[in-house]
């Protein structure tokens, strides 16, 4: 099956600080999501992004679909911003379905 | 817009015990999943339907678990007996879907978290 790799497993920042995520992807993919899992193990959608680049506030995240790469950027974080960021990913599927496979996460702290 | 709700949303049973685990998707979801995701690991894909028709379970273990999504709605996940090794948090997703132009975002609920005694 396909291989996601995250990293750094682990990230501590101070208040403020800029941050950039990494995943790798072993194959093609038709689409990728970035996720947040809060301290209650809520996961958040960030990005839908098979490709391009998007952002949302102080988040923004980049697809090389052609390199098998993503990076999530987090400017300026917040101590709300901890927890753990997940990439994910799939293959488009002969029938009508999907799997996404996650990659091991990265846990981010930000302290005050 | 109402999330993908599920219950309960704590569970504590003892080995060789049942339990079962209930989600409702996002309306208008025709695609629904069921992951199971032990402590320090990403979610793992046990289970996805299209409407009430199973789509992959390659990764279910039939033996113990079971799922049905019986009107293309709500959908139950069971495991009987259960073991140590279950211990884990059960979350339910759904997407829209398309047979004919690919898959679109998936959106996830709160989780079960199930220990296993």
């Known amino acids: 099956g396909i291989q996601v790799e995250q990293s750094p497993p682990d990230l501590i920042l101070q208040e403020g600080a800029n941050s950039t995520l990494r995943c790798n992807f072993s194959?093609?993919?038709?689409?990728l999501q970035w996720f947040h899992q809060n301290p209650w193990g809520q996961l958040i959608n960030l990005f839908y992004i098979p490709s391009g680049t998007k952002q949302n506030g102080r988040l923004s995240a980049t697809t090389v679909a052609t390199e098998r790469y993503s990076l999530l950027y987090i400017s300026s974080s917040q101590t709300t911003d901890s927890g753990v960021y997940f990439c994910?990913?799939?293959?488009?599927?002969?029938?009508?379905?999907?799997?996404?496979?996650f990659g091991e996460g990265t846990q981010l702290t930000v302290n005050p | 817009e109402a999330g993908v709700a599920q219950s309960p949303r704590y569970k504590i049973i003892e080995k060789r015990q049942s339990v079962a685990f209930w989600c409702n998707p996002i309306?208008?979801?025709?695609?629904l999943y069921w992951y199971q995701q032990i402590l320090g690991q990403g979610p793992k894909l046990l289970i996805q339907?299209?409407?009430?028709?199973?789509?992959?379970d390659s990764q279910l273990p039939k033996d113990r678990f079971s799922a049905e999504r019986l009107k293309g709605v709500d959908s139950t996940l069971k495991i009987q007996p259960a073991k140590l090794e279950d211990s884990a948090v059960y979350l339910c997703?759904?997407?829209?879907?398309?047979?004919?132009?690919?898959?679109?975002?998936?959106?996830f609920g709160p989780g079960t978290r199930l220990t296993v005694t």
């Open positions: 994910a990913v799939e293959r488009l599927k002969e029938t009508s379905g999907s799997r996404l496979t």
């Open positions: 309306s208008g979801h025709a695609t």
């Open positions: 339907f299209q409407n009430n028709g199973v789509v992959d």
């Open positions: 997703a759904s997407s829209l879907s398309h047979p004919f132009n690919g898959i679109y975002e998936q959106y």
């Open positions: 194959d093609s993919v038709n689409n």
